[in-house]
């Protein structure tokens, strides 16, 4: 984000938010010293050491904060740390212990420190020198090597070493320092040493901004570079300012405090800030993918977290208890119980399992616990309850609703068909029984052995039919046969079958209509199952129509193949057209109990029509006759070869 959008095309620091603090201290520092010219604020400053003296305090006392929160933030990270990030850390330490000694000694401190000018100059160049030493080396160490954490305490020690050393060797040398500023002019050391120290920074500050992409997070390149300018400049107000308590030693100052926290930021950043933001990101992402996953379930899932009491739960939840959210949250399982109660009859088992098991240290599955929906009397859910484990321990549990209704539908109407068929079958199997032991009699007349050897043998061909007829509708039901489509010709289709059953309707002194329009187009399917759906109804037409006329036509609806089978026959009441495509019935009237019939004809139409992505319909009155319409998709058999 640009804080200054205008500035920032001329200056590129203004572009960022962290960089723009740089210039902006660089034109208050500026500021400071122009304001002190105009007001005489050195004069005062020089007159009222009492006001100067804190100013001074706390100016360096800040600066030495920063300088220690560099060094923790490192220790507190050090076993993640780069050997770059310790180094600087270790050095921060170090620059905060000398900038202490400093300030004891400084002009006017009181304390058992020897406040003498030449030994806080001496102080301040040591750690002017140990800062820009320390950045200067560190060049040098790979951005990304890393070391053992205890690297941090074999420095330590060396700093313990270093500073102590330094002290004696201040306090030893006392009397042959040299003079670092004398009756308000700049001694050649002060200037020398001011010299060195500018070039050192402005060079680090420069190859640190060089390898900026190699090492930088978040512009951390660009603020470390930041950080070693506002040093070169801090050194550049030393070297200008004359007297102990001037405003340019102020301003020196401040841009030391902002050096500083440039320094400390850049650490932040690589050692907290970005950490944190990429596990952040990380568990957005871990979040989302989270709820994509739980989504991707057609049960409803809702997930306990032991750690934090939350619970997460997914779309399919929300629609099976009529909570409109993406993803649902639950702070706790209290809410989560209300949030449902009302929606299911057995609350006490729920209760039950959230109060005991979800809180026990069970790891045992839990389930299926069936529940009842209040609103949908018919409507049925299995509850699941899983562990979640990690580690061998146990962190929450997902419980699974499933909807069970359509399976326990599908379950009731199979038993019934299973019910209905085994009645079917033992009832030819009872009747050949039957006529095979009367006409094992030994007294029977020929005729009568006969007669009743024809009906066994028509119970057969009836029971043959049947058991046909199941397998036909199981296979339909277990494979549509994708495998054997094709393109079919709708004459090519039919005609066989028209021709067939013409004569059928014939022979039955029926009259057989066909009419199939020109230029229709094919139709996908399986030839076999086609042919036999078709024979179906035709079959059906001239079976249930005593006398009169049927036949076919065949045109098309839009994209779709309209194939029509209708009869004069004996027509249909609503009640027999309600039942019409279920398994195994048969209408009760006089013309049915004379005709064979298994019941499954037209359910094995309907699953034909339905496997082609088709439909089926009927139109019927009692006594006027039946039309059944099959509405399948038509192809371009052209472009199908």
Same mark, same amino acid.
């Given at each position: 984000?640009?804080?200054?959008?205008?500035?920032?095309?001329?200056?590129?620091?203004?572009?960022?938010?962290?960089?723009?603090?740089?210039?902006?201290?660089?034109? *208050?520092?500026?500021?400071?010293?122009?304001?002190?010219?105009?007001?005489?604020?050195?004069?005062?400053?020089?007159?009222?050491?009492?006001?100067?003296?804190?100013?001074?305090?706390?100016?360096?006392?800040?600066?030495?904060?920063?300088?220690?929160?560099?060094?923790?933030?490192?220790?507190?990270?050090?076993?993640?740390? @780069?050997?770059?990030?310790?180094?600087?850390?270790?050095?921060?330490?170090?620059?905060?212990?000398?900038?202490?000694?400093?300030?004891?000694?400084?002009?006017?401190?009181?304390?058992?420190? @020897?406040?003498?000018?030449?030994?806080?100059?001496?102080?301040? @160049?040591?750690?002017?020198?140990?800062? *820009?030493?320390?950045?200067? +080396?560190?060049?040098?160490?790979?951005?990304?090597?890393?070391?053992?954490?205890?690297?941090?305490? $074999?420095?330590?020690?060396?700093?313990?070493?270093?500073?102590?050393?330094?002290?004696?060797?201040?306090? @030893?040398?006392?009397?042959?320092?040299?003079?670092?500023?004398?009756?308000?002019?700049?001694?050649?050391?002060?200037?020398?040493?001011?010299?060195?120290?500018?070039?050192?920074?402005?060079?680090?500050?420069?190859?640190?901004?060089?390898?900026?992409?190699?090492?930088?997070?978040? =512009?951390?390149?660009?603020?470390?570079?930041?950080?070693?300018?506002?040093?070169?400049?801090?050194?550049?107000?030393?070297?200008?300012?004359?007297?102990?308590?001037?405003?340019?030693?102020?301003?020196?100052?401040?841009?030391?405090?902002?050096?500083?926290?440039?320094?400390?930021?850049?650490?932040?950043?690589?050692?907290?800030? +970005?950490?944190?933001?990429?596990?952040?990101?990380?568990?957005?992402?871990?979040? $989302?993918?989270?709820?994509?996953?739980?989504?991707?379930?057609?049960?409803?899932?809702?997930?306990?977290?032991?750690?934090?009491?939350?619970?997460?739960?997914?779309?399919?939840?929300?629609?099976?208890?009529?909570?409109?959210?993406? $993803?649902?949250?639950?702070?706790?399982?209290?809410?989560?119980?209300?949030?449902?109660?009302?929606?299911?009859?057995?609350?006490?088992?729920?209760?039950?399992?959230?109060?005991?098991?979800?809180? +026990?240290?069970?790891?045992?599955?839990?389930?299926?616990?069936?529940?009842?929906?209040?609103?949908?009397?018919?409507?049925? $859910?299995?509850?699941?309850?899983?562990?979640?484990?990690?580690?061998?321990?146990?962190?929450?549990? !997902?419980?699974?609703?499933?909807?069970?209704?359509?399976?326990?539908?599908?379950?009731?109407?199979?038993?019934?068909?299973?019910?209905?068929?085994?009645?079917?079958?033992?009832?030819?199997?009872?009747?050949?029984?039957?006529?095979?032991?009367?006409?094992?009699?030994?007294? !029977?007349?020929?005729?009568?052995?006969?007669?009743?050897?024809?009906?066994?043998?028509?119970?057969?061909?009836?029971?043959? =039919?049947?058991?046909?007829?199941?397998?036909?509708?199981?296979?339909?039901? *277990?494979?549509?046969?994708?495998?054997?489509?094709?393109?079919?010709?709708?004459?090519?289709?039919?005609?066989?079958?028209?021709?067939?059953?013409?004569?059928?309707?014939?022979?039955?002194?029926?009259?057989?209509?066909?009419?199939?329009?020109?230029?229709?187009?094919?139709?996908?399917?399986?030839?076999?199952?086609?042919?036999?759906?078709?024979?179906?109804?035709?079959?059906?037409?001239?079976?249930?129509?005593?006398? /009169?006329?049927?036949?076919?036509?065949?045109?098309?609806?839009?994209?779709?193949?309209?194939?029509?089978?209708?009869?004069?026959?004996?027509?249909?009441?609503?009640?027999?057209?309600?039942?019409?495509?279920?398994?195994?019935?048969?209408?009760?009237?006089?013309?049915?109990?004379?005709?064979?019939?298994?019941?499954?004809?037209?359910?094995?139409?309907?699953?034909?029509?339905?496997? =082609? /992505?088709?439909?089926?319909?009927?139109?019927?009155?009692?006594?006027?006759?039946?039309?059944?319409?099959?509405?399948?998709?038509?192809?371009?058999?052209?472009?199908?070869?």
């Amino acid at each position: 984000m640009e804080t200054f959008p205008v500035l920032s095309k001329v200056f590129p620091a203004f572009g960022n938010r962290r960089l723009s603090i740089a210039p902006l201290t660089v034109g *208050a520092a500026c500021l400071i010293f122009l304001l002190s010219r105009v007001f005489g604020l050195d004069d005062y400053l020089q007159l009222q050491p009492a006001v100067a003296l804190p100013i001074h305090i706390v100016a360096e006392g800040m600066a030495i904060l920063v300088a220690m929160f560099v060094f923790s933030t490192i220790w507190h990270t050090k076993d993640k740390a @780069t050997s770059w990030q310790i180094h600087t850390g270790l050095a921060f330490l170090t620059v905060g212990l000398l900038d202490t000694i400093h300030l004891l000694t400084y002009p006017g401190m009181p304390g058992p420190w @020897t406040a003498d000018p030449r030994l806080s100059a001496f102080f301040w @160049t040591v750690t002017r020198f140990m800062l *820009a030493v320390s950045m200067m +080396s560190g060049l040098f160490i790979p951005s990304m090597e890393r070391r053992p954490a205890a690297t941090v305490y $074999v420095g330590l020690l060396w700093i313990g070493v270093f500073v102590f050393t330094t002290i004696y060797v201040g306090r @030893t040398v006392l009397d042959h320092l040299p003079v670092y500023m004398e009756e308000n002019e700049n001694s050649f050391w002060k200037m020398a040493v001011e010299g060195i120290l500018i070039l050192l920074y402005g060079l680090s500050g420069y190859f640190y901004w060089l390898r900026k992409d190699e090492a930088s997070v978040n =512009h951390q390149g660009d603020l470390i570079a930041a950080g070693l300018g506002l040093s070169a400049l801090t050194e550049l107000s030393f070297m200008l300012f004359n007297l102990p308590y001037d405003t340019i030693n102020l301003s020196g100052h401040l841009l030391k405090i902002v050096s500083y926290a440039f320094f400390y930021n850049a650490i932040f950043i690589s050692q907290v800030q +970005s950490p944190f933001e990429e596990l952040a990101r990380r568990r957005a992402e871990q979040r $989302v993918r989270t709820v994509a996953l739980m989504n991707s379930s057609k049960d409803g899932l809702a997930f306990y977290s032991g750690k934090h009491g939350a619970w997460m739960c997914n779309t399919a939840f929300g629609e099976l208890f009529g909570i409109d959210e993406e $993803v649902i949250n639950f702070d706790n399982t209290d809410l989560f119980y209300r949030s449902i109660k009302m929606k299911i009859k057995e609350t006490e088992k729920l209760l039950a399992l959230l109060q005991s098991e979800l809180s +026990s240290g069970s790891v045992s599955p839990l389930g299926p616990i069936r529940l009842s929906m209040q609103a949908e009397t018919n409507r049925q $859910v299995d509850m699941y309850a899983n562990p979640v484990q990690t580690n061998d321990q146990r962190v929450g549990w !997902l419980l699974i609703f499933r909807d069970v209704t359509k399976d326990e539908e599908v379950h009731r109407l199979r038993s019934e068909y299973f019910s209905v068929a085994t009645h079917e079958i033992r009832t030819p199997l009872a009747s050949i029984d039957g006529y095979i032991e009367l006409a094992m009699e030994p007294d !029977l007349e020929p005729s009568e052995r006969k007669q009743f050897l024809l009906q066994a043998k028509a119970n057969l061909e009836r029971l043959h =039919h049947l058991v046909s007829n199941i397998l036909d509708l199981e296979k339909l039901q *277990a494979n549509p046969a994708h495998a054997r489509r094709q393109c079919l010709n709708i004459e090519t289709l039919l005609m066989p079958q028209i021709e067939n059953y013409n004569l059928l309707a014939a022979k039955k002194g029926l009259e057989f209509h066909a009419q199939i329009d020109a230029n229709l187009p094919g139709i996908y399917g399986d030839e076999v199952r086609l042919g036999q759906a078709v024979s179906n109804l035709l079959s059906n037409a001239i079976k249930y129509t005593p006398s /009169g006329s049927c036949g076919i036509k065949v045109s098309a609806e839009g994209k779709m193949i309209a194939i029509e089978v209708w009869d004069t026959g004996i027509g249909l009441g609503p009640d027999e057209k309600a039942h019409l495509f279920e398994r195994f019935y048969r209408a009760e009237n006089e013309v049915t109990r004379r005709t064979i019939g298994t019941g499954l004809g037209l359910s094995i139409v309907k699953a034909i029509a339905e496997a =082609h /992505g088709g439909r089926i319909e009927a139109t019927s009155q009692s006594g006027r006759g039946t039309k059944f319409t099959m509405h399948l998709p038509g192809c371009n058999c052209e472009k199908s070869e």
